[in-house]
């Protein structure tokens, strides 16, 4: 089973960027597909996750300028990302799993990662 990250790159703050994580070795349909971030010298944080109904939870620090959405026919999730900031410089990494609704915002709550792409926000 792998994931696959792609889409990251410079970007002036301001801009936009999408990132999406193909998945391969299984079908995650019926999982969680998320993505968390790490900025350098900072702890992992969540972004944003989706529930196979595509109910979505965001972070409250990219609410209102990130979207999430996922194909199950492409296997395959994304993260639409405007209005960014320097603070959102990090390398983004896509999970998928099957965690419990309160702990959907944890890292090791999930099965699968992928490797991570980087972001990087000039200002």
């Known amino acids: 089973v792998q994931l696959q990250a792609s889409g990251g790159g410079l970007v002036q703050a301001g801009g936009s960027l999408r990132l999406s994580c193909a998945g391969s070795g299984r079908t995650f349909s019926r999982h969680y597909m998320g993505w968390f971030r790490q900025a350098p010298e900072k702890e992992r944080e969540f972004v944003a996750t989706?529930?196979?109904?595509?109910?979505?939870i965001y972070a409250d620090s990219v609410k209102g300028r990130f979207t999430i959405s996922r194909d199950n026919a492409k296997n395959t999730w994304y993260l639409q990302m405007h209005s960014l900031k320097p603070e959102d410089t990090a390398v983004y990494c896509c999970v998928a799993g099957q965690p419990i609704l309160s702990q959907s915002r944890q890292y090791p709550a999930y099965s699968y990662w992928g490797q991570g792409t980087l972001v990087t926000v000039s200002s």
């Open positions: 989706i529930n196979p109904g595509r109910a979505t």
